[in-house]
Each structure stands twice: as structure tokens, then as C-alpha cells.
């Protein structure tokens, strides 16, 4: 699993042992390894990341590899993730409901700002970005859907919080591993519920280089039709560019725009 936390939908403190196949967390233990390791990994590495014994692991590896959801790497040196998963990544993509309809307005957004435009789902302590639409200047990591951030360190979390009750603020707040990402990464617990606090009065939140040094990412939360926080649309843009007013009078309204035509 990538920084962060795993989502609780996957814990297994809270599985009906009569219906949990442990053969499967197993497996996804494995692939999950890959998260946290990002580099071709032997098989005792993956033994020792994944709590397995390594004849366990190497029954496990090789029956992944076979299936496609693992392969080795062609320097031989390790195992990597196989083809196989980014089938399902598209599966996901496609069904999704939400993703479908905002890709076009999300396009749309990056054409007006000519900045990056993201659309993150919320789960548990984390946040996930499912569309990333680039502008001319990213790391390799910021192009990248799939990616997990932990909600109190981004803008998109926060925004998503501030339509959360102040219990369920407290609950993920509480359980988040809350490290600096910078020296600017607000992580003490007052602070970051005067964030909360300044996005439901705002209704977008703002992030200035607490993931990035030099970022700046505005984001605006997309709500179903019961006012339950559903996604966030980000706008990211670099201080080099930006004086931090100016960004925020010229994007808040466009992102405030297009949350609220998604929602609902």
C-alpha cells in the first residue's frame, strides 16, 4: 500500500470469518507490497513486506505471475507489477460514474486555468486521484492517476472534510499518520481543524507547499445528493508562477463552479 493508510472497506478486523478467503488478502498483501517498495523486489522482500513466509510468498508469486498480475523485471532483478492490473485500473475507470461525467467539464477547467486539473475520490484517511490532466511543468509522480495522499495533507481531503461532521473530522484526523511531507505540511491537530474550519466557511480549500515545495493546489468538494462529500476537483499550480491571492481569487470560483455542477 502507498503512503498513507489502507481504506477500512479492507480491513480485516471487520470481515465475517464464515464469507473472508485469507488466500486472497494474501495475495493482495503481495501486490500491495509495491506500494510502500517501489522497485523490483525478490522473493524475500516480498516475504518480509508482506508478513508471508517465503515458501508461502513464492507459491503466491508464481501463481500471480502466471495470472499476469505480477512479472519479473527484465533486468532480472526482482519481481514487478504485471500488465494484468492496469486492465483492472481501466475497469474501475469506466464504471465509475462520476469519472465518466466529469471528464469533459475537468477538461474543460484545464483549458480556462491552463494549470493541472485533478479529480480525487475520498477513502477512509486517504484520498485517490482518478483523473490528472497535466499542464506544462509536473513530476513524473503528479501525471499519474491511482496515486494515494493522506487526506489531512491536501487540499482535496480537506475540502472533502469540511462536509464531514466534526465527529468524523476528529475520527480521521485521529487515526492518520500525520508526517510532515515538507517543513510546511501542517500535521498538529488544532491547526489542521482551523483548516477544516476555513474550508466550510470558504468552501474550497487551500494547500500551499505542504505536499510540494513551490505547489500551490486549490481544491472544491463534489457532493451526492444527500450533501455527502463523493470527490474533489483539484487546481494546482507553482508559487513561481502565482502570488497566492491571485491564485486563489482566480481559481476558487472556477473549481466552486464546476463541484457544484458534478454534485448532486
Known sequence: MSKGNPPASAAADYADPRLYVQAVEKAFRVLEVFGTL???LSLAEIAEASGMDKSGAQRMCYTLRRLGYLALDEHGRGHVPGLRLMDRSYDFLRMHPL??????PLMDLRRTTQERVD?????????????????????????????????FASSGGRAMLAYRSDEEVESILGRSDRRA?????VVDLPGLRAKVTEARALGYAL??????????????AVT??????????????????????????????????????LSG
Open 119 to 151: 479529480l480525487s475520490l475520498p477513502d477512509d484517511l486517504s484520498i485517490i486521484y482518478a483523473v490528472r490532466l497535466q499542464s506544462k511543468r509536473e513530476t513524473f509522480a503528479a501525471t499519474l492517476v491511482g496515486r494515494r495522499l493522506p487526506a
Open 38 to 40: 517501489q522497485r523490483p
Open 99 to 104: 469519472v465518466q461525467r466529469a471528464t469533459s
Open 207 to 220: 494547500a500551499i507547499e505542504e505536499w510540494f515545495l513551490g505547489e500551490i493546489v486549490l481544491a472544491a
Open 181 to 185: 511531507m515538507t517543513p510546511k505540511t
Open 224 to 261: 451526492d445528493g444527500g450533501g455527502r462529500p463523493v470527490a474533489a476537483i483539484h487546481i494546482a499550480a507553482s508559487l513561481s508562477e502565482w502570488e497566492v491571492e491571485a491564485f486563489r481569487k482566480r481559481m476558487a470560483p472556477l473549481a466552486m463552479e464546476a463541484a457544484r455542477a
